[in-house]
């Protein structure tokens, strides 16, 4: 059960269990001395460009993460210094609301003064330096962004979003109701301000409904979130006004609306645009830089929106734009070793992504970077790093991927490359064939039909196994794909993956993934889809999927568009919501790479298989039995007599069946030998008896059928059997049968 920090006692036993100092012992010992440090300096003291260079710099409060902004002009102006040395020593009122407003002035003064100095202003650096001053009031969260979200966590979505001081004291007002106050000194206020920072790590980040661009760790560091290129938005839309567009969407869902009136506000601000230009206003605000989300048909903004509309500045959408958005990362690292010019940025990006054949979308991405002003162009045409680009490039802990050719999806205009295929050729056949048949009773013939069947094509790589139930279909399938990626040096867990097939899957989202109905912006994605997105990915690597049970439902309809890619070459299909949602894009060139294995069972509880599966398959059928053939007769423990007797009785009883096709497979063969072994350890049970049970248990409920000389001769073979080894409860059901059949026209053991 999810934990809601709503309920004071929830929230209670979670403070109770953190411990601050046993959590990161170097970071509390080091704040509670810096702490001390602030708290013990004058006047004079805090005017000098020493202690403002520790106030601001080397603050232990936390890691100053995304809050990397030059500000050594402002620490190098005495009048700056003054300021603040006096304004901070000046004492708090005893109302609650005055000393909120007084810490509130105090914190946009400072910005104020910052923006004398620096066009970002360093919100961060001057939350820490507010918790260094009033530790009582403030916790350790200094990105306003998290903290915003422990408040909402704290005290409820409903809750209107607090400006940073509040809900900084909000936090801190919490402990203090459900904890107890705090002692004034150093190592009690280190310990009490970085519980909403535990929490958060702990139980608010990892619930985050929000599209997420950051995460905290234990150390009081926020760092970047970048994703896989494979999973990145491909571009942004243009739109016309750019970041003034976004801040008037954002205005209007100030109190939340409906689609149709966001439609509306848009169409009057742009009277000119057609209705799918509106529509895509809409994705901008909300799947492309999550500023607005929408539940139950209302729109309202994010918390990023929130801060975004408060600021109005794009640095707070910039870790959304530098990691979901391909290509961007590239751009700022290859401007930090030089300028460059627009052709040789524009180039650089058509290399991250082979897919982008014209100038348009690399275009419009240099377009969105002088947006968020993180580049700049000179008169000499050379683009270069902002002083906000350099900042943000310091924030990229990560080498920034390429996407590879068979990873373009979304209709890239790119052709096929045919630089790297799978050489299904360099298989050592005999040695993937010992591979599979070792310490199995698989016959070599059945391995060699399996991968040639499965490779003759050059991209219809699918077999069906059908046949008798635990006769080792899946079995076969799970050691063929660990073999063959063996032969490729290759991990088999990342490159054979098993898909139980359910009832009641008609169409392919099962396999692909879908819309999420609960939250329209987001999709959901299936492990075989990642699966799948990896094969494309590197397609001169071998990938086994198992469909196994692959006819509990009808595979024309659920694996339709595999089979019409498999067949025409064609792009494979994942979705229809445009060239790419939520970072899946809308088709991938057909990994011909994967091969598909599925496994089939004919009974009452499946479906038979049509023309149009079977038309693109390598069928093999699985009914022979040869129990001589079995490995693992030794490996149960039993003695020789007793094994002999168990070995003639299932040799004996399978012979008499395998003419119906009423047999057994290898796990019931396995659960026999179980079964006696278990009871060879018990004294008071007899060996016939204990057999007796188990063939009635794990043979006979498969005995159905209707009337045949055939199913006849059967039944009085398998009397005649369990006389021979007196199994007499199972040879009263099975003569009760044989009456049924004479009597009815049929007969099944569950009546």
């Known amino acids: 059960m999810q934990t809601d920090l709503t309920q004071e006692q929830q929230l209670k036993n979670i403070l109770d269990g953190i411990s601050p100092f046993d959590r990161n012992p170097v970071w509390l010992s080091s704040l509670a001395e810096f702490l001390e440090y602030v708290g013990n300096a004058d006047l004079e003291t805090r005017k000098t460009r020493e202690f403002q260079q520790k106030l601001w710099e080397d603050n232990q409060v936390s890691g100053v993460g995304m809050g990397t902004v030059n500000i050594t002009a402002a620490l190098d102006d005495p009048d700056f210094r003054s ?40 919100w961060v650096k001057i939350c820490r330096v507010m918790a260094a001053l009033y530790p009582q009031h403030f916790s350790t969260i200094t990105y306003d962004l998290m903290a915003q979200e422990c408040h909402r966590a704290w005290f409820g979505d409903s809750a209107r979003r607090p400006k940073v001081v509040s809900c900084q004291n909000d936090l801190m007002r919490r402990l203090e109701d459900l904890l107890g106050p705090v002692k004034n000194t150093p190592t009690a206020l280190a310990d009490r301000m970085t519980l909403p920072w535990f929490v958060y790590e702990s139980h608010v980040q990892g619930s985050r409904m929000e599209t997420v661009a950051e995460v905290a760790n234990d150390q009081g560091e926020v ?20 970041m003034a567009t976004l801040i008037k969407g954002l205005s209007f869902v100030e109190d939340g609306v409906r689609r ?18 509106l529509r895509t206003l809409v994705n901008v605000l909300k ?16 918390t990023r929106g929130e801060l ?157 196994l059908a046949g008798l139930s635990g006769s080792g279909k899946t079995l076969l399938a799970q050691r063929y794909g660990q073999a063959l990626t063996e032969q490729f040096n290759l991990p088999a867990d990342k490159h054979v993956f098993v898909q139980a097939v359910q009832p009641g899957w008609y169409d392919a989202s099962p396999l692909f993934g879908h819309i999420n109905p609960l939250r329209p912006d987001n999709y959901v994605r299936s492990p075989l889809l990642d699966f799948l997105l990896q094969a494309a990915s590197r397609p001169n690597e071998p990938f086994i999927v198992i469909l196994d049970e692959m006819n509990l439902s009808h595979p024309e309809q659920y694996f339709a568009p595999v089979l019409s890619a498999m067949e025409t070459g064609d792009h494979l299909r994942l979705h229809n919501e445009g ?53 693992n007769w030794q490996n149960f423990g039993l003695n020789v007599r007793d094994l002999s007797r168990v070995k003639d009785c299932l040799t004996d009883l399978l012979s008499a069946l ?9 796990r019931t063969v396995e659960d026999v030998l ?34 045949s000389q055939r199913l006849h001769e059967a039944l009085l073979q398998v009397i005649k059997v369990l006389t021979e080894y007196d199994l007499k409860r199972c040879r009263a059901k099975v003569e009760t049968l044989k009456r049924d059949l004479s009597d009815t026209g049929m007969m099944r053991f569950w009546r």
């Open 83 to 122: 300021w603040i040395a006096e304004a901070s020593m000046k004492p708090l009122p005893e109302s609650h609301e005055a000393r909120i407003a007084q810490l509130q002035s105090f914190h946009d003064q400072m910005a104020a003064w910052l923006k004398k100095y620096t066009k970002r202003i360093a």
């Open 223 to 242: 760092k970047l979130k970048p994703l896989p290129a494979l999973q990145r938005r491909k571009g942004l839309s243009s739109i016309r006004g750019g």
């Open 260 to 277: 149709d009136e966001l439609i509306d506000f848009l169409r009057s601000e742009f009277p000119d645009y057609r209705e799918n230009s």
């Open 287 to 302: 799947n492309e830089f999550y500023v607005i989300q929408e539940n139950d048909g209302i729109f309202t903004k994010t």
């Open 308 to 464: 975004y509309l408060e600021t109005e500045d794009p640095q707070e959408l910039v870790p959304i734009f530098l990691t979901r958005v391909l290509g961007i990362d590239h751009v700022l690292l290859a401007l930090k070793e030089r300028d460059r010019t627009s052709r040789e940025l524009y180039s650089l990006l058509q290399k991250v992504n082979s897919g982008w054949t014209s100038d348009f979308m690399p275009g419009s991405l240099i377009k969105w970077l002088k947006d968020f002003e993180l580049i700049q162009n000179s008169d000499s045409g050379l683009f270069s790093l902002s002083e906000s680009g350099q900042e943000w490039t310091e924030q990229i802990h990560w080498t920034p991927e390429f996407l590879k050719p068979a990873d373009l999806g979304e209709g890239a205009d790119a052709p096929d490359i045919e630089a790297d295929f799978l050489n299904i050729s360099s298989v050592d056949e005999v040695a993937l064939i010992n591979e599979v048949t070792a310490s199995t009773a698989f016959a070599s013939r059945l391995v060699s039909q399996l991968h040639f069947g499965l490779w003759s094509h050059e991209r219809r790589h699918l077999a069906i």
């Open 579 to 631: 060239k790419s949602f939520d970072g899946v894009p809308n088709t991938i060139p057909y990994p011909s790479n994967v091969a598909f294995i599925g496994t089939v069972n004919m009974d009452e509880t499946t479906h038979g298989i049509s023309d149009k599966v079977l038309d693109r398959a390598f069928t093999m059928e699985f009914w022979e039995i040869n129990l001589e053939n079995y490995p």
């Open 658 to 666: 395998e003419t119906e096709r009423m047999h057994f497979g290898w």
């Open 674 to 707: 179980s079964y006696m072994a278990l009871a060879q350890k018990m004294p008071d049970i007899e060996v016939a008896n204990a057999l007796d049970d188990v063939i009635y248990a794990r043979v006979l409920p498969k005995l159905r059928g209707s009337e």
